[in-house]
């Protein structure tokens, strides 16, 4: 199974479990990770699914599209490493990627 690590903005890690296909996003709701809203459920018209992610792992989980992008402009806090964990799909690659969440949502 692959691994993701969601660490809060307290430094807490929570490592969890997540499905070949599903999202980043749809992992830490299944899981109940702590700082992810997704108030729109996945579809990328709220930006309340926000994470960094951590530097080794940009290459791999790649830049956002322009949607993505222009949701982005709604996330609170964004930096460059910015993504909308509903864009980013879980595969075999990203065994062990880790993202952290912002201090909020929106």
């Given amino acids: 199974m692959i691994k993701i690590t969601f660490i809060d903005a307290e430094g807490t890690a929570r490592t969890v479990e997540a499905e070949e ?3 980043v996003m749809e992992t830490a709701i299944r899981n109940g990770v702590p700082g ?11 930006a309340t699914c926000h ?3 951590a ?4 290459a791999a ?5 322009p949607m993505e992008e222009d949701m982005l ?7 460059p490493n910015s993504r909308l964990s509903c864009q980013i799909r879980v595969r075999p690659e990203l065994d ?3 993202v952290h969440t912002p ?3 929106g």
């Fill in 21 to 23: 296909g599903s999202t």
């Fill in 36 to 46: 992810i809203e997704a108030e729109c459920g996945g579809a990328c018209s709220c």
């Fill in 51 to 53: 994470v960094y992610v």
């Fill in 55 to 58: 530097e080794e792992w940009e």
């Fill in 61 to 65: 989980t790649g830049q956002p599209q």
């Fill in 73 to 79: 402009d709604f996330a609170y806090d964004v930096r």
């Fill in 96 to 98: 062990g990627l880790v």
């Fill in 103 to 105: 201090t909020r949502q």
